[in-house]
């Protein structure tokens, strides 16, 4: 199974002394964290030994997050450094649901009658229960 990464970066200064902090990510783990770019910087923190209650940490926090190195269902969503967190959410979603529904389409509807729009039907239906959880 392909990773779906994507590298964050920062430059700062602080104390000075120039920082250029940068982590790769799997965004698996923190797509559907209710403040995702929050998650991104306490990463990219971790990363890099910055202590989590730290001046440095807010000085890092207010500098904008450069994203770069797209893999996966990331690719398409960074434009000029910057990432369309909507659309990776949308895409992630379809991506992780359509194993799912080919099983289904490929056990309940004959080869003969699958269609594209069988499968965006069945791609909405899956996102609109997951959503209703």
Known sequence: MFKNTLTAAIDFDYQGQHYALKNTFDVEHIIYHDDFYQSVYISIAKANDIDLYSYQLEIMMDQDIIFSNEKGCVVGCVNNGVLDLEKLKAVHQKIECLPKIERIIQQY???????ENITQAMI???LLGKNQK
């Open 109 to 115: 509807i004959p080869k003969s009658e699958h269609s």
């Open 124 to 126: 909405g239906a899956y």
